[in-house]
T-cell receptor, first 115, second 114 residues
Framework: AQSVTQPDIHITVSEGASLELRCNYSYGATPYLFWYVQSPGQGLQLLLKYFSGDTLVQGIKGFEAEFKRSQSSFNLRKPSVHWSDAAEYFCAVGGGTGTASKLTFGTGTRLQVTL | GAVVSQHPSRVICKSGTSVKIECRSLDFQATTMFWYRQFPKQSLMLMATSNEGSKATYEQGVEKDKFLINHASLTLSTLTVTSAHPEDSSFYIC??????????FGSGTRLTVV
């Protein structure tokens, strides 16, 4: 069964500081990996996704993530955090598109940004 | 880009009544849509997979008679919470799969049963 672990429930960083959110997954085949962001009371917005190819993926809002198969990880990074980045971040794994594969989400990491 | 519209965004209903939530893909056809439930400060839990023209596939532990899903067209799926009770109060989110693009999520529906 597929699973996702986000070890950090809550992270606080100062505005302008760098950020790394951890994500580890378990999947029996080649995983399709996603990072989503959710503001309070809102749906999910896709930040980036990894399907294949270059293991360093660029996303929106200055985010990037690196797929490391040997570590079963897909950590999200941003070099300089802005106050507007405060939100809940979810990592998810699925079997791919076009196959109606289910997404499994991690428990989320709440990011707080201090000024 | 792919856009999914979900309505209503908030709904308050009395215990025992039914509530319908709509999920529409606005600029693409979605043969498959997914319905999730999210409890406060928790992750999303998949409830069911909605397939156009066929019965939905429910996850283990989800009552199919309570959470009725209809996917009558390639752009619309509905979730009806029947005989709602306070414990059904939650945040419900739909998503639609677009081939080659992944999954697009609606903005969610906050259901409060009083």
């Amino acid at each position: 069964a597929q699973s996702v672990t986000q070890p950090d429930i809550h992270i606080t960083v100062s505005e302008g500081a760098s950020l790394e959110l951890r994500c580890n997954y378990s999947y029996g085949a080649t995983p399709y990996l996603f990072w989503y962001v959710q503001s309070p009371g809102q749906g999910l917005q896709l930040l980036l996704k990894y399907f294949s190819g270059d293991t360093l993926v660029q996303g929106i809002k200055g985010f990037e993530a690196e797929f490391k198969r040997s570590q079963s990880s897909f950590n999200l990074r941003k070099p300089s955090v802005h106050w507007s980045d405060a939100a809940e971040y979810f990592c998810a794994v699925g079997g791919g598109t076009g196959t109606a594969s289910k997404l499994t989400f991690g428990t989320g990491t709440r990011l707080q940004v201090t000024l | 880009g792919a856009v999914v519209s979900q309505h209503p965004s908030r709904v308050i209903c009395k215990s025992g009544t039914s509530v319908k939530i709509e999920c529409r893909s606005l600029d693409f056809q979605a043969t498959t849509m997914f319905w999730y439930r999210q409890f406060p400060k928790q992750s999303l839990m998949l409830m069911a997979t909605s397939n156009e023209g066929s019965k939905a596939t429910y996850e283990q532990g989800v009552e199919k008679d309570k959470f009725l899903i209809n996917h009558a067209s390639l752009t619309l799926s509905t979730l009806t919470v029947t005989s709602a009770h306070p414990e059904d109060s939650s945040f419900y989110i739909c998503s639609a799969e677009r081939t080659g693009s992944g999954y697009t999520f609606g903005s969610g529906t906050r259901l409060t049963v009083v």
